[in-house]
Protein backbone atom coordinates (compact mmCIF):
# COMPACT_ATOMS: atom_id res chain seq x y z
CA UNK A 1 0.00 0.00 0.00
CA UNK A 2 1.37 3.12 -1.29
CA UNK A 3 0.43 5.38 0.88
CA UNK A 4 2.10 7.11 4.03
CA UNK A 5 0.74 6.13 7.71
CA UNK A 6 0.70 8.99 10.44
CA UNK A 7 0.89 7.49 14.28
CA UNK A 8 -0.16 9.66 17.29
CA UNK A 9 0.09 8.83 20.67
CA UNK A 10 2.82 7.73 23.53
CA UNK A 11 5.84 7.32 21.96
CA UNK A 12 5.20 8.38 18.63
CA UNK A 13 7.77 10.03 16.50
CA UNK A 14 7.19 12.72 13.77
CA UNK A 15 9.19 14.58 11.36
CA UNK A 16 8.64 18.04 12.59
CA UNK A 17 8.68 18.56 17.06
CA UNK A 18 6.81 21.65 17.71
CA UNK A 19 8.47 23.54 20.78
CA UNK A 20 6.25 25.12 22.62
CA UNK A 21 6.73 28.83 23.87
CA UNK A 22 8.93 29.92 26.94
CA UNK A 23 7.24 31.37 29.65
CA UNK A 24 9.55 34.48 29.38
CA UNK A 25 7.92 34.86 25.55
CA UNK A 26 4.55 34.13 26.76
CA UNK A 27 4.61 37.21 29.34
CA UNK A 28 6.19 39.81 26.83
CA UNK A 29 3.28 39.01 24.79
CA UNK A 30 0.91 39.31 27.67
CA UNK A 31 3.11 42.73 28.80
CA UNK A 32 3.10 43.99 24.77
CA UNK A 33 -0.99 42.98 23.86
CA UNK A 34 -1.78 44.94 27.93
CA UNK A 35 0.16 48.11 26.54
CA UNK A 36 2.57 47.40 29.82
CA UNK A 37 6.47 48.66 29.40
CA UNK A 38 9.23 47.12 31.59
CA UNK A 39 12.50 48.83 32.21
CA UNK A 40 15.55 48.13 33.61
CA UNK A 41 18.22 51.08 34.59
CA UNK A 42 21.47 50.60 37.03
CA UNK A 43 21.85 52.19 39.63
CA UNK A 44 23.45 55.18 37.36
CA UNK A 45 19.81 55.28 36.08
CA UNK A 46 21.06 54.22 32.87
CA UNK A 47 18.76 52.13 31.00
CA UNK A 48 20.40 48.31 30.48
CA UNK A 49 16.72 46.85 28.77
CA UNK A 50 13.75 47.87 27.50
CA UNK A 51 10.52 45.76 27.02
CA UNK A 52 7.53 47.15 25.03
CA UNK A 53 8.81 51.12 25.97
CA UNK A 54 6.64 53.26 24.33
CA UNK A 55 7.06 54.01 21.17
CA UNK A 56 6.86 58.06 21.53
CA UNK A 57 9.22 58.26 24.26
CA UNK A 58 12.51 58.01 22.02
CA UNK A 59 12.93 57.33 18.83
CA UNK A 60 15.13 54.64 18.65
CA UNK A 61 16.83 52.65 21.57
CA UNK A 62 17.07 54.12 24.89
CA UNK A 63 19.74 51.65 26.07
CA UNK A 64 22.73 53.35 27.28
CA UNK A 65 20.69 56.86 28.14
CA UNK A 66 19.17 58.27 31.14
CA UNK A 67 15.97 59.76 31.78
CA UNK A 68 17.80 63.47 30.80
CA UNK A 69 18.01 62.15 27.47
CA UNK A 70 14.20 60.83 27.50
CA UNK A 71 12.03 63.30 28.98
CA UNK A 72 11.41 67.15 29.42
CA UNK A 73 13.60 68.40 31.77
CA UNK A 74 10.87 68.68 34.74
CA UNK A 75 9.86 65.28 34.24
CA UNK A 76 13.23 63.82 33.91
CA UNK A 77 13.99 65.58 37.10
CA UNK A 78 11.03 64.45 39.08
CA UNK A 79 12.16 60.65 37.71
CA UNK A 80 15.40 61.23 39.04
CA UNK A 81 14.91 62.26 42.44
CA UNK A 82 11.85 59.13 42.82
CA UNK A 83 14.63 56.39 41.61
CA UNK A 84 17.29 58.13 43.59
CA UNK A 85 15.21 58.08 47.08
CA UNK A 86 14.10 54.10 45.52
CA UNK A 87 18.17 52.98 45.17
CA UNK A 88 18.59 54.72 48.87
CA UNK A 89 15.82 53.40 50.58
CA UNK A 90 14.77 49.98 48.62
CA UNK A 91 10.99 50.81 48.98
CA UNK A 92 8.77 51.30 45.84
CA UNK A 93 7.55 54.26 45.03
CA UNK A 94 5.10 55.18 42.61
CA UNK A 95 3.84 58.12 40.50
CA UNK A 96 2.63 59.83 37.16
CA UNK A 97 4.17 61.60 34.43
CA UNK A 98 2.70 63.84 31.73
CA UNK A 99 4.54 64.43 28.16
CA UNK A 100 3.02 66.81 26.04
CA UNK A 101 2.73 65.32 22.36
CA UNK A 102 1.33 67.20 18.88
CA UNK A 103 -2.05 65.44 19.63
CA UNK A 104 -2.41 65.94 22.82
CA UNK A 105 -0.80 64.99 26.33
CA UNK A 106 -0.33 61.40 27.52
CA UNK A 107 -0.47 60.57 31.08
CA UNK A 108 1.84 57.20 32.38
CA UNK A 109 1.62 55.75 35.42
CA UNK A 110 5.11 54.45 36.57
CA UNK A 111 5.51 52.04 39.46
CA UNK A 112 9.59 51.90 40.61
CA UNK A 113 10.49 48.83 42.24
CA UNK A 114 13.99 48.20 43.55
CA UNK A 115 16.13 45.14 41.99
CA UNK A 116 18.17 43.84 44.09
CA UNK A 117 20.92 41.52 44.50
CA UNK A 118 21.58 40.04 47.80
CA UNK A 119 21.36 42.70 50.28
CA UNK A 120 22.01 45.36 47.70
CA UNK A 121 20.32 47.14 45.47
CA UNK A 122 21.55 47.55 42.13
CA UNK A 123 19.13 49.09 39.98
CA UNK A 124 15.68 50.18 39.12
CA UNK A 125 13.06 47.95 37.42
CA UNK A 126 9.83 50.55 36.00
CA UNK A 127 7.27 49.54 34.85
CA UNK A 128 5.07 51.92 32.76
CA UNK A 129 1.43 51.80 31.79
CA UNK A 130 -0.27 54.63 29.69
CA UNK A 131 -3.47 56.03 31.17
CA UNK A 132 -4.59 58.89 28.85
CA UNK A 133 -8.28 57.82 27.72
CA UNK A 134 -8.56 57.46 31.69
CA UNK A 135 -7.60 60.77 32.17
CA UNK A 136 -8.92 62.21 29.25
CA UNK A 137 -12.42 60.25 30.63
CA UNK A 138 -11.77 61.93 34.30
CA UNK A 139 -11.45 65.38 32.63
CA UNK A 140 -14.71 65.13 30.64
CA UNK A 141 -16.38 63.92 33.60
CA UNK A 142 -14.60 67.02 35.86
CA UNK A 143 -15.93 69.46 32.85
CA UNK A 144 -19.90 67.81 32.33
CA UNK A 145 -19.98 67.73 36.59
CA UNK A 146 -18.90 71.63 36.70
CA UNK A 147 -21.41 72.56 34.19
CA UNK A 148 -24.41 70.66 35.68
CA UNK A 149 -23.38 72.38 38.42
CA UNK A 150 -23.54 75.78 36.62
CA UNK A 151 -26.92 74.82 35.16
CA UNK A 152 -28.51 73.43 38.39
CA UNK A 153 -27.58 76.63 40.11
CA UNK A 154 -29.17 79.10 36.93
CA UNK A 155 -32.17 77.12 37.53
CA UNK A 156 -32.61 77.67 40.98
CA UNK A 157 -32.34 80.71 40.36
CA UNK A 158 -34.94 80.80 38.44
CA UNK A 159 -37.30 79.27 40.48
CA UNK A 160 -36.11 81.31 43.12
CA UNK A 161 -37.63 84.35 40.85
CA UNK A 162 -40.38 83.03 40.00
CA UNK A 163 -41.52 81.59 43.87
CA UNK A 164 -40.63 85.87 44.60
CA UNK A 165 -42.64 87.22 42.02
CA UNK A 166 -45.32 85.07 42.53
CA UNK A 167 -46.02 84.96 46.00
CA UNK A 168 -45.81 89.08 45.18
CA UNK A 169 -48.58 88.48 43.05
CA UNK A 170 -50.90 85.84 44.55
CA UNK A 171 -53.30 87.01 47.32
CA UNK A 172 -53.57 83.99 49.08
CA UNK A 173 -51.88 80.62 49.07
CA UNK A 174 -54.04 78.03 47.10
CA UNK A 175 -53.42 81.18 44.70
CA UNK A 176 -49.95 80.84 45.13
CA UNK A 177 -49.62 77.07 45.33
CA UNK A 178 -51.58 77.12 41.84
CA UNK A 179 -50.03 79.51 40.18
CA UNK A 180 -46.08 78.03 41.26
CA UNK A 181 -47.05 74.67 40.32
CA UNK A 182 -47.99 75.41 37.03
CA UNK A 183 -44.88 77.76 35.89
CA UNK A 184 -42.99 74.97 37.74
CA UNK A 185 -44.42 72.25 35.11
CA UNK A 186 -43.74 74.92 32.57
CA UNK A 187 -40.14 74.93 33.33
CA UNK A 188 -39.39 71.46 33.70
CA UNK A 189 -41.55 70.98 30.29
CA UNK A 190 -38.94 73.09 28.78
CA UNK A 191 -35.99 71.78 30.98
CA UNK A 192 -37.03 68.08 29.55
CA UNK A 193 -36.30 69.59 26.06
CA UNK A 194 -33.29 70.76 27.12
CA UNK A 195 -32.32 67.77 28.62
CA UNK A 196 -32.69 65.27 25.71
CA UNK A 197 -30.57 67.80 24.05
CA UNK A 198 -27.82 67.27 25.36
CA UNK A 199 -27.85 71.11 26.62
CA UNK A 200 -27.99 72.15 22.64
CA UNK A 201 -31.66 73.79 23.80
CA UNK A 202 -34.65 73.55 22.03
CA UNK A 203 -35.96 74.85 18.83
CA UNK A 204 -39.17 77.28 19.13
CA UNK A 205 -41.81 74.69 17.67
CA UNK A 206 -40.77 72.50 20.76
CA UNK A 207 -41.33 75.04 23.13
CA UNK A 208 -44.85 76.28 21.28
CA UNK A 209 -45.61 72.59 21.10
CA UNK A 210 -45.05 72.19 24.74
CA UNK A 211 -46.40 75.10 26.15
CA UNK A 212 -49.12 76.26 24.33
CA UNK A 213 -50.88 73.30 22.11
CA UNK A 214 -51.53 71.41 25.44
CA UNK A 215 -54.11 73.88 26.08
CA UNK A 216 -56.28 73.77 23.03
CA UNK A 217 -57.98 70.32 21.78
CA UNK A 218 -56.90 71.33 17.57
CA UNK A 219 -53.54 72.95 17.69
CA UNK A 220 -53.65 72.92 14.03
CA UNK A 221 -56.76 75.50 14.20
CA UNK A 222 -56.05 77.55 17.27
CA UNK A 223 -52.14 77.91 16.69
CA UNK A 224 -51.24 80.01 13.26
CA UNK A 225 -47.30 79.52 13.76
CA UNK A 226 -45.24 81.13 11.06
CA UNK A 227 -41.60 82.28 10.44
CA UNK A 228 -38.02 80.73 11.24
CA UNK A 229 -38.13 78.44 13.45
CA UNK A 230 -34.78 79.31 15.87
CA UNK A 231 -32.91 76.57 17.79
CA UNK A 232 -32.47 78.63 21.17
CA UNK A 233 -29.75 77.65 23.50
CA UNK A 234 -30.97 76.38 27.04
CA UNK A 235 -31.51 79.52 28.67
CA UNK A 236 -33.25 80.84 26.10
CA UNK A 237 -35.21 77.90 25.76
CA UNK A 238 -36.18 78.12 29.65
CA UNK A 239 -37.36 81.90 29.54
CA UNK A 240 -39.06 81.47 25.87
CA UNK A 241 -40.73 78.39 27.30
CA UNK A 242 -41.87 80.37 30.49
CA UNK A 243 -42.93 83.53 28.41
CA UNK A 244 -45.17 81.12 26.19
CA UNK A 245 -47.09 79.70 29.61
CA UNK A 246 -48.10 82.70 30.94
CA UNK A 247 -49.09 83.68 27.22
CA UNK A 248 -51.08 80.43 27.17
CA UNK A 249 -52.50 80.78 30.74
CA UNK A 250 -53.80 84.37 30.35
CA UNK A 251 -55.01 83.48 26.94
CA UNK A 252 -56.96 80.52 28.03
CA UNK A 253 -58.42 82.19 30.84
CA UNK A 254 -59.01 85.79 28.68
CA UNK A 255 -57.83 85.06 24.93
CA UNK A 256 -58.38 83.40 22.23
CA UNK A 257 -57.46 80.37 22.93
CA UNK A 258 -60.89 80.48 25.44
CA UNK A 259 -62.79 80.06 22.56
CA UNK A 260 -62.67 77.00 19.96
CA UNK A 261 -62.88 78.69 16.67
CA UNK A 262 -60.06 81.88 17.74
CA UNK A 263 -56.52 81.75 16.78
CA UNK A 264 -53.57 82.64 17.98
CA UNK A 265 -50.75 84.20 15.54
CA UNK A 266 -47.14 83.36 16.56
CA UNK A 267 -44.57 84.40 14.36
CA UNK A 268 -40.83 84.52 14.31
CA UNK A 269 -39.04 86.76 12.12
CA UNK A 270 -35.37 87.85 11.32
CA UNK A 271 -35.14 91.74 11.53
CA UNK A 272 -31.67 93.56 9.59
CA UNK A 273 -29.14 92.93 12.80
CA UNK A 274 -29.48 89.39 12.92
CA UNK A 275 -32.00 89.19 15.96
CA UNK A 276 -35.12 87.15 15.39
CA UNK A 277 -38.48 89.12 16.97
CA UNK A 278 -40.97 86.92 18.27
CA UNK A 279 -44.55 88.04 18.12
CA UNK A 280 -47.62 86.88 20.03
CA UNK A 281 -50.93 88.31 18.97
CA UNK A 282 -54.59 87.69 19.53
CA UNK A 283 -57.56 89.19 19.86
CA UNK A 284 -59.18 89.13 23.94
CA UNK A 285 -62.60 89.05 23.60
CA UNK A 286 -62.95 88.91 27.56
CA UNK A 287 -60.67 91.28 28.33
CA UNK A 288 -56.96 90.89 29.82
CA UNK A 289 -55.55 89.89 33.35
CA UNK A 290 -52.26 91.36 32.20
CA UNK A 291 -53.98 94.83 32.46
CA UNK A 292 -53.66 94.18 36.43
CA UNK A 293 -49.76 94.00 36.15
CA UNK A 294 -49.77 90.22 37.66
CA UNK A 295 -46.93 88.09 37.71
CA UNK A 296 -47.19 87.20 34.01
CA UNK A 297 -46.94 90.70 32.48
CA UNK A 298 -44.11 90.75 34.84
CA UNK A 299 -42.30 88.24 33.56
CA UNK A 300 -42.94 89.04 30.24
CA UNK A 301 -41.95 92.59 30.26
CA UNK A 302 -38.83 92.39 32.65
CA UNK A 303 -37.74 88.68 33.80
CA UNK A 304 -37.90 86.70 30.55
CA UNK A 305 -36.05 89.85 28.77
CA UNK A 306 -33.88 90.75 31.08
CA UNK A 307 -32.62 86.90 31.41
CA UNK A 308 -31.55 86.84 27.63
CA UNK A 309 -30.06 90.62 27.72
CA UNK A 310 -32.62 91.27 25.69
CA UNK A 311 -36.55 94.04 25.44
CA UNK A 312 -39.71 93.08 24.71
CA UNK A 313 -43.22 95.36 24.83
CA UNK A 314 -46.69 93.81 26.15
CA UNK A 315 -49.73 95.59 24.58
CA UNK A 316 -53.30 95.63 25.56
CA UNK A 317 -56.09 97.63 23.26
CA UNK A 318 -58.22 98.09 21.18
CA UNK A 319 -59.54 94.32 22.04
CA UNK A 320 -56.24 92.78 20.80
CA UNK A 321 -52.65 91.32 23.10
CA UNK A 322 -49.54 91.64 21.52
CA UNK A 323 -46.23 90.57 22.25
CA UNK A 324 -43.19 91.55 20.91
CA UNK A 325 -39.72 89.81 22.36
CA UNK A 326 -36.45 90.55 20.48
CA UNK A 327 -34.23 87.21 20.66
CA UNK A 328 -30.70 88.43 20.22
CA UNK A 329 -28.27 86.53 17.94
CA UNK A 330 -26.23 85.08 21.13
CA UNK A 331 -29.57 83.59 22.18
CA UNK A 332 -30.08 80.64 19.45
CA UNK A 333 -28.09 78.42 17.33
CA UNK A 334 -26.87 80.29 14.09
CA UNK A 335 -27.52 76.75 11.86
CA UNK A 336 -31.28 76.12 11.48
CA UNK A 337 -33.25 73.60 13.70
Known amino acids: MNREEHHTGPGASTDEEVTAPSS ?7 LKNAGVAVLLQDR ?25 NIFPPHEAERLRLAKLD ?19 TRWYDLWLD ?9 GIVTTAIEVSDQKRREQTLRTLLREVSHRSKNLLAIIQSIATQTGRYSGTLDEFLLRFRGRLQSLSSSQDLVTSSNWRGADLKQLVAGQVARYTANPGHNIVL ?8 PNAALHVGLALHELAVNSVSFGALSSPDSKVEISALPDGDGSIVFNWSERTPVGAEFAERRFGSVALERVVPASINSTAQLTIAAGRLDYRLVLPRDSFHPEPA
Open 24 to 30: ASNLLRA
Open 44 to 68: DLRYVSAENAPPNWYRGSIIGLSDR
Open 86 to 104: VLRTGQAARLEIALSESDG
Open 114 to 122: PESSGPDVV
Open 226 to 233: SGVNPYLN
